[in-house]
């Protein structure tokens, strides 16, 4: 169902990572970011609107997971490559906004769960 707390959490996902990559669409050579960013917020809305499938919706967030833990390795690749000048925001702080992403995925992956183990054991009463 589309009112469980998990979809607040998928929400969360879809609407800070897009945020993020419009943010990021303004620094130069941040392609990848933004490419990996925009894949998070539609995986995340997809993840969402799969609620009658709570099977495939658990996959699409173990992906995300994935696509979130690629986007830091390219952000600490960056970091740690020099650019030859131009505008860079505060070294560091552009790692919270994929682990918090972590962080709500997981948390939606266990009231999915939940929701789950719920829905077995109401089926075992008919």
């Known amino acids: 169902m589309i009112q469980r707390i998990q979809s607040i959490f ?12 419009w ?6 050579n941040n392609f990848w ?13 997809t993840a969402l609107f799969c609620y009658k499938n709570r099977r495939l919706q658990k996959k ?3 992906f995300n ?11 600490v690749y960056a970091l740690l ?7 860079t925001p505060e070294k560091g702080v552009e790692f919270i ?8 995925l997981a948390m939606a992956n266990i009231y999915i769960s939940k929701d789950d183990r719920l829905v077995k054991s109401v089926d075992r009463f008919r």
């Open 10 to 21: 998928l929400a969360t996902v879809g609407v800070v990572s897009g945020f993020t990559a």
């Open 23 to 28: 943010l990021f669409d303004f620094v130069p």
């Open 33 to 45: 970011d933004v490419i990996l960013f925009l894949l998070i917020a539609v995986s995340g809305f």
């Open 60 to 62: 699409i967030n173990y």
């Open 65 to 75: 997971i994935i696509i979130n833990v690629v986007l830091i390795g390219f952000m």
């Open 81 to 87: 490559t020099p650019s030859g000048g131009g505008f």
């Open 97 to 104: 906004v994929p682990a918090v992403l972590i962080v709500l």
